[in-house]
């Protein structure tokens, strides 16, 4: 992420990707898309990205707009920092060592999802240029959701189930009655 990125009502542009690449080391590219997607950051994030700028700008008499945002010692952050740092959390915080930075990834997902966020928007928040992807991918925590739903319908249905019950015993007790 370079500082012409950020923009303000706190908008990210995600325009290009930084990864390695066995033989050939860190790689920037186009994102797997090919194009531009917008992400709102949260004021927390915004704000710090903001301090930040302050401090290079402060460290380094002035930025550019090409600048990269993260850098250590003046160099680009190697693209595999963050998975460390976050191995290092989960594993201070006793999380499963099969967790992983895509476990974020669909934990995000799902937790937009179940909370509400159109599927649309959701696909957009993860890069996908459709929703097709994201339902084959992270729609299942939706099952949940319909089983609540289902649950809804029982607890309407419940009372008509209860009073049924009880004709039906009126019924055969007044048969038994009979016999």
């Known amino acids: 992420m370079r500082w012409r990125d950020l923009h303000g009502g706190n908008q990210l542009l995600i325009q290009h990707s930084r990864s390695t690449v066995v033989g050939k080391g860190v790689i920037e590219s186009d994102t797997k898309s090919h194009r531009t997607r917008v992400v709102v950051l949260p004021q927390l994030v915004y704000d710090y990205l903001g301090e930040l700028l302050f401090n290079q700008i402060v460290e380094n008499n002035g930025i550019h707009p090409d600048d990269l945002i993260f850098t250590h010692k003046g160099k680009p952050v190697h693209p595999d920092t963050f998975s460390r740092h976050l191995r290092k959390l989960y594993d201070r915080n006793g999380f499963p060592k099969d967790y992983h930075l895509h476990t974020m990834r669909h934990f995000f997902a799902t937790y937009l999802l179940e909370n509400g966020t159109s599927k649309q928007v959701t696909a ?48 055969l007790t007044a048969r038994q009655g009979h016999q």
Request: hydrophobic fraction near 40%; charged fraction near 25%; charge should be negative.
């Open 124 to 171: 957009d928040l993860l890069g996908h240029a459709d929703t097709a992807f994201l339902e084959r991918t992270y729609c299942h925590p939706q099952d949940t959701c319909k089983e609540q739903a289902a649950g809804l319908l029982d607890t309407v249905l419940r009372p008509a189930d209860a009073i049924a019950w009880e004709q039906e015993q009126q019924l």
